[in-house]
């Protein structure tokens, strides 16, 4: 890592032409790109408090089993490169055919070996400073810039910035105030700090509550770490991913424009296909090219009734597994080990060594009690990425930026810039990733946020 140092120092503040704020795999794919497009004599600043820079939640796994879900042919970090990672893996001696889904391990090496290698290489190219800390306010500045306040102190200033935050964990969706130290240090908020896994005994009772793709990581993972028990897994509707296909069929041919229609409409005309032959996984991947402009197209109110009625059915058929960690997990629901439920919480209990869970079991009013030994938070990204960011929220107190209105991040124009609070956007501010849902809809995977990291590096360029 370079350590923090200026790019032009004003008044005891730096600045630089472009400041990324945020260090997972969005902000790393936009630094990326910026060295390709801009000149040598352009600062890029970047503002991370992730030790792995390029990791993220995502790739920080150390987990050999923790596999991608998205095929490694389609998952280099340029558009105009499609075949970088499989180069990668093949440089590497692990398995590079197309369809092979790497580890999740691997492809944060492959992040960082990439951002690394043109660093090195390029000796034409722009300044990059890497500054580990928390970007914990934003002041505007009458320069034209915008100034990020660090936590422990410094200001960094941009003439552009963009914001690759991420998303939050989501909430408990029950309170835990009233429980006792020991049963609270057994409810694990955010799974994804992996360390609780050594804490759990070989046969203790968990439960998971999501049934998502964290879920099916966090099951594998406590299997891995000798894990023998029982394991409950409690969601409204119960629904698990799909796999991937092992021998994948092309994409759908599908002719389908959004504008006017209702969402019905379009689901009518999808289950029709399918149900005259089309397989239901060639037409999610015939979407997936299309789906931020399907997205785009819809009126607000339709989108709203995705979000209330279709997300869940979405996601499982969307975001599928690897072939083989479907198989896995398929086993282990079988044998017994992980039992399903599909319910809504209604309260959770300190039982003195245990917790006792009740649930209200789907479509009926019978109220099911669990006693387990461990609560697991897998209920997924918070959607609307604004509560458990700080910066965000200040940002908003200052009118830069605005919640998206179905509470899908922030506000952003088509060419990812945002809009402040009276609804002008503002050329010098970007955002990249989960932020911009409300935009795009479809932008946390590689596929779609290398594509908008290169769209808003060649805006800044330009
Ligand atoms: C478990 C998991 C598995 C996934 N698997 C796949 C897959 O197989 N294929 C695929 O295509 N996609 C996958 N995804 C999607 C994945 O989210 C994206 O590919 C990508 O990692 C998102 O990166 P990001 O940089 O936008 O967000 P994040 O990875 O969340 O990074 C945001 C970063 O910003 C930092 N940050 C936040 N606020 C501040 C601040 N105020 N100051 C400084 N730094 C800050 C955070 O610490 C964090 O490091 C997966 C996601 C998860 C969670």
Redesign the pocket.
Known sequence: MINASCGQSWNKRLIYDVVV???????IAVVCNLVRKLPQTASVAV????PGFGR????RTEMHLHR???PAAR?SLFMDRPADFIEWLSRKDRPSRDADFAS?SDYGLYVRDTLANLLRRNNERCRVDFIK????GCVERYSGTLGFLLEHGGEIAGRHVVL????GNAKLPVDIEGLGATMRSHVIENPWRLSWLTRVGPLDRVCILGSG??MI?QVLALRSHGHRGRIDVLSRRGLVPHGHARDPKPPAAIEIDARGITLSRMLHGFRQQIRSGTNWRSLMDALRPKTQVLWQDLAPSERSRFLRHALPWWNIHRHRLAPAIHDEFDKLRQQGVVNFHSGYLKTLSDAGDEFCIEYRRRGSQETIALSVDWIVNCTG?ERAGLVH?P?LQEMRRQGLVVADPLGLGISVDRASRTLNSTGTVQSNLYAV??LTAGQFWEI????D?RAQAEQVAAQIAM
């Open positions: 704020v945020g260090s997972g795999f969005s902000a503002i991370g408090d992730d993220g939640t995502a790739y991608l879900n998205v998952m999740r800390a928390k970007a914990a690759c935050l991420g998303l793709l964290t990581d990204m960011s910066l990733g989960a946390t995977a590689v596929p946020i």
